[in-house]
């Protein structure tokens, strides 16, 4: 389940990300890390509290917890992720060609 609003707001996170890395001075990696960090701390959660549920769940079987995590991966890493590239890749693109047209009509 999303949080609708939250979820709206993370493509104009991702660009805020993007433009004030490349304002910065920001490498074009530099720039994508920022773009995706924020769903880098509940990326590293599930990878490791997935792992650790399947070695010590006895009754994996009738167990729901490896479904529900790879849902919160889904959920909180991959469709917000997603979102976030979405804005940033968008502001990456603008900005590149305003500083392409700078630097043509210089």
Not at 32 to 52: E, Q, T
Not at 53 to 72: E, Q, R, T, Y
Request: aromatic share 12%; proline share 7%.
């Amino acid at each position: 389940m999303f949080y609708i609003p939250w979820f709206l707001t993370l493509p104009l996170v991702g660009a805020m990300g993007a433009y004030l890395s490349r304002r910065a001075g920001g490498s074009q990696r530099v720039v994508f890390s920022s773009i995706g960090f924020p769903v880098l701390p509940f990326l590293a959660s599930i990878l490791v509290v997935l792992p650790v549920s399947l070695i010590f769940d006895h009754f994996i079987a009738h167990s729901i917890a490896p479904m529900a995590l790879l849902m919160a991966l889904l959920g909180w890493v991959l469709a917000p992720g997603v979102a976030l590239l979405a804005g940033g890749l968008t502001m990456q693109l603008f900005l590149t060609r305003l500083t392409s047209r700078r630097i043509a009509g210089s």
